[in-house]
C-alpha cells in the first residue's frame, strides 16, 4: 500500500507517541496529478524510508490514479440495488483491494448536495462492506463569527454516529476541517482546533461513551503543512491530519 505525500511526509516525522492510539495521516490529493506527476510522487514517497510505527499513514488520489498509487477512493456510492453514473459503489472498492473512503467533505456537501443524512447512509455502508471511514464535518466562516461552530458539528457528525454498526466505531476517523481554512492558507490557531476537538470528544463521550470517544480518533484539516503540523499535533485532542 502507497501511503505517504510530501507534506503527509513530514507530519508523520513529528508524530507523537499515544497509548494504544496511532497518529493518522491522510493526504487528500483531490483533482490534482499527471500519470507523470503521480508516478514521481509515488516513487518520491516510497524511497523516503520508514515511518514511525505509533503512525498510521494513507493517501486519497483521484479514482483515475488509484490502479498506479493504490490506496484509498475518495467517492462512495450507493442507490438501493441500481447503478449510479459517475460515483463508486462499496463492493467495487472492495474488490479492487482498498480499504478507506473519504466521506462528508465540505466540497461534497457544498456541490454535490451531499446532506448530513446521505453521509450517514453512505457512512453505515461503506462500513458493512468492510471498509474503514475518514468522516469529514466542519464549519462556514459564519458559523464561526456566530458562535455556531459545535452546533454544525454536531449536526453534521450526529447521522455519522447513529449510522455506525455495532463494534465498528474503530473503523472510523473523524476529519474536523473549518471549511474557512481549507486551501485558504489561514489555518485554526493550535489553541481554536484544539478547543473544538475537545468539544467534539465531549460530544462523542455522550454519544457513544467515555472510552470508545477516547479510543476515536479526531484530525484536523485546513490549512495543514510542514511549518504548523509540530504545534498542532502537540495538543492532546488532536490525533492527526487530513493534508490536501
Known sequence: EVVQGSSEGKAVKQAKTMAGKKIFIGGNWKCNGTRNEVKGLVDMLNGAGE??????????????????????????????????????TPDLIVDFGLKWVILGHSERRAYCGETPEIVGKKTKLALEAGLSVIACIGEQLEDRKSDKTMDVCRAQLEPILAAIPAGKI???????????????GVTASPQQ????????????????????????????????????????????DIDGFLVG
Not at 474503530?170 to 474536523?176: K, L
Not at 472510552?211 to 502537540?234: F, H, M, P, Q, T
Request: with cysteine; aromatic share 6%; charged share 25%.
Open 193 to 236: 482546533a484544539q478547543d473544538t476537538h475537545k468539544e467534539l470528544r465531549a460530544y462523542l463521550s455522550e454519544k457513544v461513551g467515555e472510552a470508545d470517544a477516547a479510543a476515536v480518533r479526531i484530525i484536523y484539516g485546513g490549512s495543514v503543512k510542514g511549518a504548523n503540523c509540530e504545534e498542532l499535533i502537540k495538543n492532546p
Open 170 to 184: 474503530a473503523n472510523v476517523v473523524i476529519a474536523y476541517e473549518p471549511v474557512w481554512a481549507i486551501g485558504t
Open 51 to 88: 515511518f514511525p510505527a505509533n503512525a498510521e499513514v494513507v493517501v486519497a488520489p483521484p479514482a483515475l490514479h488509484l490502479d498506479a498509487v493504490h490506496s484509498m477512493p475518495k467517492l462512495v456510492e450507493r442507490a438501493e440495488g441500481r447503478g449510479v453514473d459517475g460515483e463508486l
